[in-house]
């Protein structure tokens, strides 16, 4: 078999650790893999083959890793119960600070609770989610 053919195959490889992590940096080893059959294409040897993977590997990680982890930082992305903090909800159920009641929040019912003593929401009323407590939403 050819050399470009076992590149190809280690490419691959080294995507699907990719797609099921969704580590980076299997992508550009995998890349540089592709690199690698590119230079046997070419009937480069394999010392050629082996840098050829290396310096596109290294490159990709020292120069492209860092600028995507920084817009991954900055996008503002939340996710989890992160991105249910601040908005709001419909009460389906009584809430007040005691028993828990229910609400429509993100298109799910969640228990909820009132974040301040004595306070009362009715079914129908807009609350606001000020955190998630195990299951709970505590809203105001």
Do not use: C, H
Not at 22 to 28: I, K, L, S, V
């Amino acid at each position: 078999m050819d050399a470009w053919v076992w590149w190809l195959i280690a490419a691959v490889g080294l995507g699907i650790p990719l797609v099921i992590t969704a580590m980076p940096e299997f992508g550009m080893f995998a890349v540089g893999a592709l690199g690698g059959a590119a230079a046997a294409g070419m009937d480069g040897g394999i010392v050629a083959q082996v840098i050829t993977f290396v310096v596109i590997s290294v490159a990709l990680l020292v120069f492209v890793r860092p600028i995507a982890y920084r817009n991954r930082q900055t996008a503002g992305q939340r996710s989890g119960i992160d991105a249910l903090k601040g908005r709001q909800a419909v009460v389906l159920e009584r809430v007040d600070s005691g028993a828990d009641g229910r609400i429509k929040l993100a298109g799910e019912v969640w228990s909820a609770r009132a974040l301040e003593e004595g306070r009362v929401f009715d079914p129908g009323e807009q609350v606001d989610v000020v955190e998630i407590d195990g299951a709970t939403a505590v809203v105001m």
